[in-house]
Nanobody, 115 residues
């Protein structure tokens, strides 16, 4: 089992920055992928960024060049640096991890971009 807890969400003005963190615990040694998804009101959950262990990072086109994903070498945390935020980035952001063909999710953290 893997437990994930996000932090760092909040209210920010357009053009501002936020850094999301996700602490992972439990059987983290066998995690193969970590990432971030988001869900805006009335919309399905969508992919944001991913960092496969031993692979290349990937981003949704909508955040490419503005968001940066990173993680600790021991898989104990994954981060999402979000710059040049736009109102359309407003959503609940979820941390994600895959281990032994099973997906794990955090409870989510709200990000609101508004003036």
């Amino acid at each position: 089992q893997v437990q994930l807890v996000e932090s760092g969400g909040g209210l920010v003005q357009p053009g501002g920055s936020l850094r999301l963190s996700c602490a992972a615990s439990g059987s983290i040694f066998s995690i193969v992928t970590m990432g971030w998804y988001r869900q805006a009101p009335g919309k399905p959950r969508e992919f944001v960024a991913i960092t496969p262990i031993g692979g290349s990072t990937g981003y949704a086109d909508s955040v490419k060049g503005r968001f940066t994903i990173s993680r600790n070498d021991d898989k104990s945390a994954v981060y999402l640096q979000m710059n040049s935020l736009k109102p359309e980035d407003t959503a609940v952001y979820y941390c994600y991890a895959r281990r032994l063909l099973q997906d794990y999710w955090g409870p989510g953290t709200q990000v609101t971009v508004s003036s």
